[in-house]
């Protein structure tokens, strides 16, 4: 069964950093890309950052470009989403969601159920 | 970037009804195009891709069509578990883009 469990989220004041988790269950992590999206309270969702299946093409999204990271350690089945000088335009749930195929521009399948990061002072 | 609008923005209908959700791209996207639905508190789960590609365990009453700039999501036999929010979303292109959304109630 697949399973996508992220950690990490919480309360952070603007500027400071949190780093999310995602670990996977019940497929190959290394064979798929992997996505970040995100969904504002009350709003749509919104694309923030993919990742190649073996980890050698990263996209971010405009609004995140230079201060969110993607990244993946197929040793352990997790992806990761270091997010630095953090707004408050910033709070939503972040969802991990898998690929169904191995590059970035691939179709979305499987969805994590959510991290709710707060950026608040 | 490319920009997804969906129309309407809202829509009710009854059980059994035909519902016709559309999406326009502001630039060709192939058939680089994926359905989800959301329901409140939960994560989205994938409907179509690849435009007309019913995703496995979907119910084939979900079924979507269109290419290029213009694609449709059809629902037929409405049941009373398809209220929730339906998004397009391209994948033809960088940025990656959502729709606005689209709500579907149930009289």
């Known amino acids: 069964q697949v399973q996508l469990v992220e950690s990490g989220g919480g309360v952070v004041q603007p500027g400071r950093s949190l780093r999310l988790s995602c670990t996977v269950y019940?497929?190959?992590?290394?064979?798929?890309?992997m996505f970040w999206v995100r969904q504002a309270p009350g709003k749509g969702l919104e694309w923030v950052a993919v990742?190649?299946?073996?980890?050698?093409?990263?996209f971010e999204a405009n609004s995140v470009e230079g201060r969110f990271t993607i990244s993946r350690d197929n040793s352990k089945n997790t992806l990761f989403l270091q997010m630095n000088n953090l707004r408050t335009e910033d709070t939503a749930v972040y969802y991990c969601?898998?690929?169904?195929?191995?590059?970035?521009?691939?179709?979305?399948?499987?969805w994590g159920q959510g991290a709710l990061v707060t950026v608040s002072s | 970037d490319i920009q997804m609008t969906q129309s309407p923005s809202s829509v009710s209908a009854s059980v059994g009804d035909r519902v016709t959700i559309t999406c326009r791209a502001s630039?060709?996207?192939?058939?680089?195009l994926a359905w989800f639905q959301q329901k409140p508190g939960k994560a989205p789960k994938l409907l179509i891709y690849?435009?007309?590609t019913l995703q496995s365990g979907v119910p084939s009453r979900f079924s979507g069509s269109g290419s290029g700039t213009d694609f449709t999501l059809t629902i037929t036999s409405l049941q009373a578990e398809d209220s929730a929010t339906y998004y397009c979303?391209?994948?033809?292109?960088?940025?990656?883009?959502f729709g606005q959304g689209t709500r579907l109630e149930i009289k």
């Open positions: 019940g497929f190959s992590f290394s064979s798929y890309a």
């Open positions: 969601v898998k690929g169904i195929g191995r590059w970035e521009l691939t179709p979305m399948d499987q």
């Open positions: 990742i190649s299946y073996d980890g050698s093409k990263q």
């Open positions: 979303q391209q994948a033809h292109s960088f940025p990656i883009t």
């Open positions: 690849t435009a007309s």
């Open positions: 630039q060709g996207v192939n058939n680089w």
